[in-house]
């Protein structure tokens, strides 16, 4: 069965870089983007871009542009999220997600805090 | 960008009655090739990864009950749940894939 399983739980502070993995399987993984989507507290769903494994071609979402970079290990069906420059508007769960149009899996999700 | 707007933020529904909620777009998300509307809907929980409840507008998720459907064409689309369930109290979330991906702003459904 299709799965993402996504590093722990991230405690940064302000300043500080991030990286999150996401790990995949049942599928064949450079077929499919995969879209990373945040939710802050108390705030809605958040989309921040996406990698095409095939490729490793990326598009950020406007707001992110600058200090995301996200990359693919094709040898172990893994995409990474990189974003530096955390402040505390940063504090969000993380998502990987499959696309089939739709987002049709998900991780389990990477809390990260940033707090000085 | 196409912004979808949810009505309303929130929603106080009894057991067993139905749930409405709207998602409006500010463009036509008509997918030309599939012939569908590109909209789908999510359902949030406390502790849980959103999960697919709809897609290309009406087509249920698998595993999905049949309690929840979808509806609508062209800029106005309907999440219903026909019979709220205690399991259903959640943030729910319209999606478009027609151009790029963007959410709605989320509605938040409670039992009355």
């Known amino acids: 069965q299709v799965q993402l399983v996504q590093s722990g739980a991230e405690v940064k502070k302000p300043g500080d870089s991030l990286k999150v993995s996401c790990k995949t399987s049942?599928?064949?993984?450079?077929?499919?983007?995969v879209h990373w989507v945040r939710h802050v507290p108390g705030q809605g769903l958040e989309c921040i871009g996406w990698?095409?494994?095939?490729?490793?071609?990326?598009h950020y979402e406007q707001k992110f542009q600058g200090r995301v970079a996200m990359t693919r290990d094709t040898s172990t069906s893994t995409v990474y999220m990189e974003l530096t420059s955390l402040t505390s508007d940063d504090t969000a769960l993380y998502y990987c997600?499959?696309?089939?149009?739709?987002?049709?899996?998900w991780g389990q999700g990477t809390p990260v805090t940033v707090s000085s | 960008d196409i912004v979808l707007t949810q009505s309303p933020d929130s929603l106080a529904v009894s057991l067993g009655e139905r749930a409405t909620i709207n998602c409006k777009s500010t463009q036509n998300i008509l997918n030309n090739s599939y012939r569908k509307d590109s909209l789908a809907w999510f359902q949030l929980k406390p502790g849980q990864p959103p999960k697919a409840l709809i897609y290309w507008t009406s087509t249920r998720e698998s595993g999905v009950p049949d309690r929840f459907s979808g509806s609508g064409s062209g800029t106005d689309f309907t999440l219903t749940i026909s019979s709220l369930q205690i399991e259903d109290v959640a943030v729910y979330y319209c999606q478009q894939y027609y151009s790029g991906r963007t959410f709605g702003q989320g509605t938040r459904v409670e039992i009355k």
């Open positions: 997600t499959r696309e089939n149009w739709y987002y049709d899996h």
């Open positions: 049942g599928y064949t993984f450079i077929d499919y983007y």
């Open positions: 990698i095409f494994p095939k490729s490793g071609g990326t």
